[in-house]
């Protein structure tokens, strides 16, 4: 029997996590694309979420409440997050090259 990951043939990868990422992985958690790996890649773990700028400034939201946690939502998704910076794309041997973030303790 193949593993789940030997039967993905493509992988769709996304840097950073701005609105369209976001929307494409909670569409993806939702209804996953057979044979397609979803790799997301962001230098922290939470992303902002900049529709809620105005309400926290009108003191309607706590700063905590404008973030989005993007490795629990990777998770839900069957997405692979990984916590780094892409640098640099070798496209010819298709070869993302990723600068790792530090992990604090306890996350």
Same mark, same amino acid.
């Given at each position: 029997?193949?593993?789940?990951?030997?039967?993905?043939?493509?992988?769709?990868?996304?840097?950073?996590?701005?609105?369209?990422? *976001? +929307?494409?992985?909670? %569409?993806? #958690?939702?209804?996953?694309?057979?044979?397609?790996? /979803?790799?997301?890649?962001?230098?922290? =773990?939470?992303?902002?979420?900049?529709?809620?700028?105005?309400?926290?400034?009108?003191?309607?939201?706590?700063?905590?409440?404008?973030?989005?946690? *993007? +490795?629990?939502?990777? %998770?839900? #998704?069957?997405?692979?997050?990984?916590?780094?910076? /892409?640098?640099?794309?070798?496209?010819? =041997?298709?070869?993302?090259?990723?600068?790792?973030?530090?992990?604090?303790?306890?996350?």
């Amino acid at each position: 029997m193949r593993s789940k990951q030997s039967l993905n043939r493509h992988s769709l990868v996304l840097v950073g996590a701005g609105h369209s990422n *976001i +929307a494409l992985i909670q %569409r993806f #958690a939702m209804d996953p694309l057979d044979g397609v790996r /979803l790799v997301v890649i962001n230098p922290g =773990s939470t992303a902002p979420y900049s529709g809620m700028l105005p309400g926290f400034l009108a003191g309607q939201y706590s700063a905590s409440d404008m973030f989005i946690d *993007i +490795a629990a939502l990777c %998770r839900q #998704a069957g997405a692979r997050f990984i916590r780094g910076s /892409l640098e640099q794309v070798d496209a010819a =041997s298709r070869i993302l090259n990723i600068r790792h973030q530090a992990l604090p303790v306890g996350e």
